[in-house]
């Protein structure tokens, strides 16, 4: 056995042992639905236990609590999270955007401060970036930060913040200048519609535009920042409304200068939808996936027969492994520059879309396959495996809005990957 194939069976063991028990409530299917205490907890202790063991930020610099060692570690050790189907880490935003993104651009002394506390999951991270009335249409940010000596009182509100009931420290972009210029960005004007990625560059704070945003690096509990949990359409919570009320914050919470906050913000993009690397590894969900609905249709019936007897079932069923497949062999291929010289930007812009669309899709295919008892939700004793399959159609919707929606992921790739005109 080679070095990695070695480590790939130590991987499996300890997961093997160390796999905390089932617990007897139901768990989030990802780091957007952790709703109540004992689940989150339960997540935590998890993603501790984990990075303890050292499963966790292999890559990430020594200096700051990483591991150091190569990618192809930590991606061995994913793969085997995601087979085992062992639980998903809660701080995914840190350990996904909020961390490679201080890594790749925060101060020395913001990387020793808060990456070791990212991976151990003592502190949680959540992101203010949408408000009440700007989501695609970020760069309209209306929440205002305002110098006063040392500080910075910020006030507005932001809203579908994700883990905001659990967070020590959020993500925020807020206006210090409310008028950056003449003809406020609207999100038709924001390259590529809104929350577009600006290919990870920094430039794109020259643009007077976008001059009057700042992002900061904020902790959650100080005065005057408030959170309300919102209900989401499975009747979960995970995403609250966050209120600032002259909320005080150091002034050293400010990542980058006045005025870099757009650009910033478009480098978390890149993290957030996994068009750029470097992210701590570990699991953000625990889905069903095309192994569970082939199961599934081996299990259901269509006119007295096994479902997946059926050729339409079938050629179905192939178009999604297919699918499944091609996902997975295009982020190998991405990590080779010389496989994507014609379109370098293809895979990484298209990333989100192609998953968060292939899930809903195979989803809603798996609700199909139980006709009618589809519909039973979780709890009801007649629902096919327990109700799970439901929930995960409906919160499938969760990953096609989050982080930018379907059509303006669309829009990008039309844009920015074949050259469309943007009318
Ligand atoms: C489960 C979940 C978790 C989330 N977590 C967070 C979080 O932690 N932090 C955070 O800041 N935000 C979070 N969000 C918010 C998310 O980023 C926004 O919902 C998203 O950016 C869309 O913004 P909006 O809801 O204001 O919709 P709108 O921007 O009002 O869009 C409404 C519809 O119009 C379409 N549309 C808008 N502009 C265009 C355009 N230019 N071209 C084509 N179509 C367009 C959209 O595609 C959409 O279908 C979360 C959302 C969800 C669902």
Same mark, same amino acid.
Not at 130 to 148: H, I, M, W
Not at 365 to 389: E, I, K
């Given at each position: 056995?080679?070095?990695?194939?070695?480590?790939?069976?130590?991987?499996?063991?300890?997961?093997?042992?160390?796999?905390?028990?089932?617990?007897?409530?139901?768990?989030?299917?990802?780091?957007?639905?952790?709703? *109540? %205490? @004992? $689940?989150?907890?339960?997540? +935590?202790?998890?993603?501790?236990?984990?990075?303890?063991? &050292?499963?966790?930020?292999?890559?990430?610099?020594?200096?700051?609590?990483?591991?150091?060692?190569?990618?192809?570690?930590?991606?061995?050790?994913?793969?085997?999270?995601?087979?085992?189907?062992?639980?998903?880490?809660?701080?995914?935003?840190?350990?996904?955007?909020?961390?490679?993104?201080?890594?790749?651009?925060?101060?020395?002394?913001?990387?020793?401060?808060?990456?070791?506390?990212?991976?151990?999951?003592?502190?949680?991270?959540?992101?203010?970036?949408?408000?009440?009335?700007?989501?695609?249409?970020?760069?309209?940010?209306?929440?205002?930060?305002?110098?006063?000596?040392?500080?910075?009182?910020?006030?507005?509100?932001?809203?579908?913040?994700?883990?905001?009931?659990?967070?020590?420290?959020?993500?925020?972009?807020?206006? *210090? %200048? @409310? $008028?950056?210029?003449?003809? +406020?960005?609207?999100?038709?004007?924001?390259?590529?519609? &809104?929350?577009?990625?600006?290919?990870?560059?920094?430039?794109?704070?020259?643009?007077?535009?976008?001059?009057?945003?700042?992002?900061?690096?904020?902790?959650?509990?100080?005065?005057?920042?408030?959170?309300?949990?919102?209900?989401?359409?499975?009747?979960?919570?995970?995403?609250?409304?966050?209120?600032?009320?002259?909320?005080?914050?150091?002034?050293?919470?400010?990542?980058?200068?006045?005025?870099?906050?757009?650009?910033?913000?478009?480098?978390?993009?890149?993290?957030?939808?996994?068009?750029?690397?470097?992210?701590?590894?570990?699991?953000?969900?625990?889905?069903?996936?095309?192994?569970?609905?082939?199961?599934?249709?081996?299990?259901?019936?269509?006119?007295?027969?096994?479902?997946?007897?059926?050729?339409?079932?079938?050629?179905?069923?192939?178009?999604?492994?297919?699918?499944?497949?091609?996902?997975?062999?295009?982020?190998?291929? &991405?990590?080779?520059?010389?496989?994507?010289?014609?379109?370098?930007?293809?895979?990484?812009?298209?990333?989100?879309?192609?998953?968060?669309?292939?899930?809903?899709?195979?989803?809603?295919?798996?609700?199909?396959?139980?006709?009618?008892?589809?519909?039973?939700?979780?709890?009801?004793?007649?629902?096919?495996?327990?109700?799970?399959?439901?929930?995960?159609?409906?919160?499938?919707?969760?990953?096609?809005?989050?982080?930018?929606?379907?059509?303006?992921?669309?829009?990008?790739?039309?844009?920015?990957?074949?050259?469309?005109?943007?009318?």
């Amino acid at each position: 056995m080679n070095e990695l194939e070695t480590f790939r069976q130590e991987v499996a063991d300890w997961l093997q042992a160390n796999r905390p028990p089932t617990p007897d409530f139901l768990l989030p299917e990802s780091f957007m639905e952790v709703g *109540t %205490d @004992p $689940q989150f907890h339960y997540l +935590r202790d998890w993603q501790r236990k984990v990075y303890q063991a &050292g499963y966790l930020g292999m890559t990430w610099p020594t200096a700051y609590g990483g591991g150091g060692r190569p990618q192809a570690f930590q991606d061995i050790a994913t793969a085997e999270m995601a087979r085992l189907k062992v639980p998903f880490f809660p701080n995914t935003i840190g350990l996904f955007w909020a961390g490679p993104l201080i890594l790749a651009i925060g101060t020395e002394e913001q990387k020793r401060r808060f990456i070791p506390g990212i991976l151990s999951g003592d502190d949680i991270w959540c992101q203010g970036f949408s408000e009440p009335d700007q989501g695609s249409d970020l760069a309209n940010a209306q929440t205002r930060a305002v110098r006063d000596g040392d500080d910075y009182v910020i006030n507005g509100a932001k809203i579908w913040t994700s883990l905001g009931s659990h967070a020590k420290y959020m993500i925020l972009l807020a206006r *210090t %200048d @409310p $008028q950056p210029a003449p003809g +406020r960005p609207k999100a038709a004007d924001a390259p590529s519609g &809104g929350r577009a990625p600006q290919s990870g560059d920094l430039g794109g704070s020259r643009s007077k535009r976008y001059a009057g945003l700042s992002y900061f690096l904020i902790p959650m509990q100080v005065p005057g920042i408030s959170t309300t949990p919102i209900r989401k359409l499975t009747g979960e919570f995970g995403f609250t409304q966050t209120f600032f009320d002259n909320a005080r914050v150091p002034a050293s919470c400010l990542m980058g200068k006045e005025g870099e906050g757009w650009a910033i913000a478009m480098k978390t993009l890149t993290f957030e939808r996994g068009a750029s690397g470097g992210q701590a590894g570990g699991l953000t969900r625990m889905a069903l996936g095309i192994g569970d609905v082939i199961e599934l249709a081996r299990r259901s019936r269509r006119n007295g027969r096994p479902a997946i007897d059926d050729p339409f079932i079938r050629d179905q069923l192939v178009r999604f492994q297919i699918e499944a497949q091609g996902d997975r062999l295009c982020n190998e291929r &991405g990590r080779f520059p010389a496989l994507c010289s014609e379109r370098p930007d293809a895979i990484p812009l298209s990333n989100k879309l192609r998953l968060s669309e292939h899930n809903r899709r195979l989803y809603q295919f798996a609700l199909t396959l139980q006709g009618a008892n589809g519909a039973r939700w979780v709890g009801d004793a007649h629902a096919v495996d327990g109700g799970l399959w439901p929930r995960s159609y409906l919160n499938a919707f969760a990953s096609t809005i989050g982080g930018g929606p379907s059509q303006i992921q669309a829009n990008i790739v039309g844009e920015r990957v074949l050259g469309l005109p943007k009318d």
